[in-house]
């Protein structure tokens, strides 16, 4: 019989269980495994074959008419490509913008909506390295689809015999210009992503942010006579409005690109092209800041 001090007293059980006893990885590869799911989330791996869809078709976007230019090419017996590398890229520069507006809420918000933040920075990672790792995979993300088109065009290139040295070096400045969209789009559009746990809001955000803002900055180089050669210089500060006329311009001066369409976009000069790079810093390394700020809180 059980007496009553017993019944208080409390009784341990073993049932089996054990202490862990293998390695402390640490943050270091807390903060790479956290790079690589975010990666592979950002492409839809590992997840439901429906969230392949987008970030894949968009990927084949940008590839295919880099295939279908060198095919041109080939069929014309052209001596080079019809498009530029760094031009290329500020063609069809919407495709990026909506996998940025598409994947960089599925990166941010989902944690924020299922509230596994805190869990995360329980241990051994800190906040520092969570928003680190997110960029890291965003930014990596962008890139392959920045880069992929134009190392394809480059193959195309070397397989129609054209002149290797003349594509190499233009290919560096298309991966510059890829370097700097991917920088420049992955810190805003995870700061807006951060800032809601609803991943619509979050789209509609970056993809408005960055359509309304190159339509201003279009709009106010227009209006201040910017198609005027005479006046043309002082206009062209109004592509600072825009993340995507900012970096487009600076590439276009550093490199003295924009041949056909992107010919006006230029930035102002080489004291132009100096802030333009400034600002360019500035903003990638600001977002980042008030991303790591708006971790602090959660």
Known sequence: MTTRSDAHGGVIHDIGY????????????????LYVQSLRAAFGLGRS????????????????????????ALFTQQKSMPMDYADYLASF?????????????????????????PLYFSRPATRGDYVAAKFAAMFSALLIVLALPLLLLFTGALLAEFPVGDNLVHLLYGLVAAVLYALLYSSIGLLIAALTPRRG??????????MITRALAMITFALNRGYDPLRESDSSWAFLISP?????????????L?????????????????????????LTAGGHALTLRRYRNV
């Open 18 to 33: 054990r202490p862990y006893t293998g390695p402390r990885l640490g943050r270091r590869y807390a903060t790479r495994s």
């Open 258 to 282: 924009g041949d056909g369409g992107s010919a006006l976009l230029y930035a102002p000069g080489t004291g132009g092209a100096l802030v333009f790079l400034v600002v360019l810093l500035a």
């Open 93 to 117: 520069s919407v495709l990026p913008q909506i996998f940025l507006a598409a994947q960089a809420p599925v990166l941010m918000s989902r944690d924020l909506r299922h509230h596994v933040v």
């Open 201 to 210: 809001f979050g789209v509609a955000a970056i993809m408005g942010l960055l």
């Open 49 to 72: 074959g429906r969230s392949k869809v987008l970030p894949f078709l968009l990927l084949g976007g940008m590839a295919a008419p880099s295939l279908a230019m060198l095919a041109i």
């Open 244 to 256: 995507s006329t900012l970096v487009e311009a600076l590439v276009n001066r550093l490199f003295s």
